[in-house]
């Protein structure tokens, strides 16, 4: 097993990156992102946006949770907190301020850095690099379950529970990791069980079963959801209330996403074992997170092609046009020292 690749994983991979670079690239029709003047409505687009987020995100952590369980599982590699720190801080916190840096220099201005306040957004991670903070602490929190070694039935149903009343907010990551807690640990035990799950989750009976229940499901939640955020909440009882219900009301999406997402990765899992795309966006994934949101700002807010491309074909070519640059970038970068260690 020491050598053996996850292709399920490489897979997952893909589907996330897909579905995360084309949800900033419609979120200026999902209201997600502030909609230039020049843009208009697009219904289409503002459904493939809003289910582009429904789930991907959770996804991203799942495979996290997966990889960890592979190693501590799998491969045995038990490390202390000190090492653990270290290696995180490396992969996760290195590159989050790093690029928060150049984030701030797109967005804003270098002189937010002197002020406390400044500061400490930034030290929650800046624009999309709020994830890595966010990981950061969820792999330090499951070193720490690991070693209570708690039924995992029960710690599925105590984390959700924690899911649906944390809040995120900015809390140096601590905030949004307890809120995807749950789906590290989703991903940690799927892993741990794969044996047994595989074959039930990956059968084309229940994954047409769970897209069916999606599709369903999906634009009644989606709409709600639109409802219950809280936009324009005054006090701090009513932001609470506000985000317990956009908690409950996303789960299902998000659990029913995952369970297809994989069910379809193990499924095809043999078809494109010894397929080197697959496994060359996989291993660009990371490269392509850090790159492409500062692609689509600039071509959304600092360039004129909104203004020369037509509202129907902007999401299109946004999505080419970042991922080609992303690709570059991801090249010029591995071939230096740092590059490597924090894109691969």
């Not at 047994?196 to 047409?208: A, D, E, K, Q």
């Not at 499924?267 to 990371?286: G, L, M």
């Amino acid at each position: 097993m020491q050598n053996k690749r996850l292709v399920e994983i490489d897979i997952l991979r893909v589907l996330c990156i897909s579905l995360l670079i084309s949800d900033h690239s419609f979120a200026i029709y999902s209201n997600t992102w502030t909609k230039p003047e020049c843009i208009d409505n697009i219904t289409l687009y503002y459904w493939i946006g809003k289910f582009c987020q429904s789930f991907m995100l959770p996804l991203w952590v799942f495979i996290s949770g997966f990889l960890w369980s592979y190693q501590v599982i799998g491969l045995e590699r038990t490390s202390n907190l000190y090492t653990l720190l270290s290696k995180k801080t490396h992969k996760l916190l290195l590159p989050c301020y790093l690029f928060g840096v150049a984030y701030i220099l797109l967005i804003g201005e270098l002189s937010d850095l002197i002020t406390l306040k400044g500061i400490y957004y930034y030290l929650c991670g800046v624009g999309h690099l709020w994830f890595l903070p966010m990981l950061f602490w969820a792999f330090i929190f499951s070193y720490f379950i690991q070693k209570f070694r708690i039924n995992d039935t029960l710690l599925l149903i105590v984390l959700f529970v924690i899911s649906i009343v944390s809040w995120n907010i900015a809390s140096l990551g601590i905030g949004n990791a307890l809120y995807y807690l749950f789906y590290f640990q989703f991903g940690f035990i799927c892993f741990k069980y794969r044996d047994r799950i595989n074959p039930i989750l990956s059968n084309w009976t229940y994954i047409i079963l769970a897209i069916t229940l999606f599709i369903v499901i999906f634009p009644y939640l989606t709409s709600y959801l639109e409802v219950v955020t809280p936009s324009n909440v005054n006090t701090i009882s009513e932001r609470a209330i506000s985000q317990i219900k956009m908690h409950i009301i996303s789960a299902p999406c998000q659990i029913l996403g995952i369970v297809i997402c994989y069910g379809i990765a193990v499924r095809f899992q043999p078809i494109v074992i010894n397929s080197k795309i697959i496994s060359q966006i996989a291993a660009y994934s990371f490269g392509l997170y850090i790159f492409h949101q500062f692609i689509l700002i600039w071509l959304y807010y600092h360039s004129s092609i909104p203004t020369v491309i037509v509202s129907g074909l902007l999401p299109w070519i946004a999505i080419i046009i970042t991922i080609s640059i992303s690709a570059i970038l991801i090249k010029i970068s591995i071939h230096t020292k740092l590059g490597r260690k924090i894109l691969l």
